[in-house]
C-alpha cells in the first residue's frame, strides 16, 4: 500500500510542523490536506486531495506539478509538496476558496527571459511558488508569514503576488 515515493516523500511530513504550529499531539498537522488552485495563465484548476492518512497522494503531486508547470516552454517538474502544504495553510488562514497561482515551474530558459527574475531563482528548481488570495492585500499575505516559513518570502508592492520558496531562510521586497 505505502510505496517508495511516498516514504521518500515522508520526511517532508515532519518538517511541516516548521510551517503550522502543533494542534494535536501527533504529527501536528491534518493528515488529510486538500488545495484548491487556479493557474492563472493557463486558467487549469487542481481541486484535489493530495494528502491522506499523512502520506502524499503521488498522483495527485504530479498533477498540481502539472498544473503549475512551465507553460511558456510546455514543461514539468515535480512541485515540492510542502508547497502544496503552505497553500493549505493559506487556505485556513484566509479563505476556503481558491488560490490564484501566477508561477510555480520554471525552466532555465523560461527564467532566464523574465525580467527581475533571479538567476538561481527557486522557481527552476520547482522549490517556489507566486500566489495571489483573492480579497487579501499580498503585501500583508508576505508580512504574515516571512516570520512562520522557513524559506524565501518576496513582497512585491503594487503587483498583486506573494512569492514563496523552501530556498534559504531570507525576505526581500522587490
Ligand atoms: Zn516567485
Given at each position: 500500500?505505502?510505496d517508495r515515493r511516498v516514504l521518500l516523500f ?46 502524499y497522494?503521488i ?116
Open positions: 500500500m505505502i515522508g520526511t517532508a511530513a515532519a518538517a511541516v510542523e516548521v510551517l503550522a504550529p502543533a494542534t494535536s499531539a501527533d504529527t501536528g498537522f491534518p493528515s488529510r490536506r486538500w488545495v484548491k488552485i487556479v493557474f492563472v495563465h493557463t486558467g487549469e484548476r487542481f481541486n484535489n486531495l493530495y494528502c491522506a492518512d499523512g502520506a497522494i498522483p495527485a503531486i504530479q498533477q498540481f506539478s502539472w498544473t503549475c508547470r512551465d507553460f511558456r516552454a510546455g514543461q514539468w517538474k515535480w512541485i515540492h509538496p510542502w508547497l502544496m502544504d503552505l497553500v493549505f495553510v493559506l487556505h485556513w488562514e484566509y479563505n476556503k476558496d481558491e488560490i490564484k497561482i501566477l508561477s510555480g515551474y520554471r525552466t532555465p530558459q523560461t527564467n532566464a527571459q523574465l525580467e527581475g527574475a533571479a538567476l538561481n531563482s527557486q522557481h527552476v528548481r520547482a522549490m517556489a511558488l507566486d500566489i495571489h488570495i483573492p480579497d487579501v492585500d499580498s503585501d500583508a499575505v508576505a508580512r504574515d508569514f516571512k516570520t512562520f516559513i522557513y524559506g524565501g518570502t518576496g513582497m512585491y508592492p503594487g503587483r498583486g503576488f506573494t512569492h514563496f520558496d523552501f530556498g534559504p531562510l531570507r525576505s526581500w521586497v522587490g
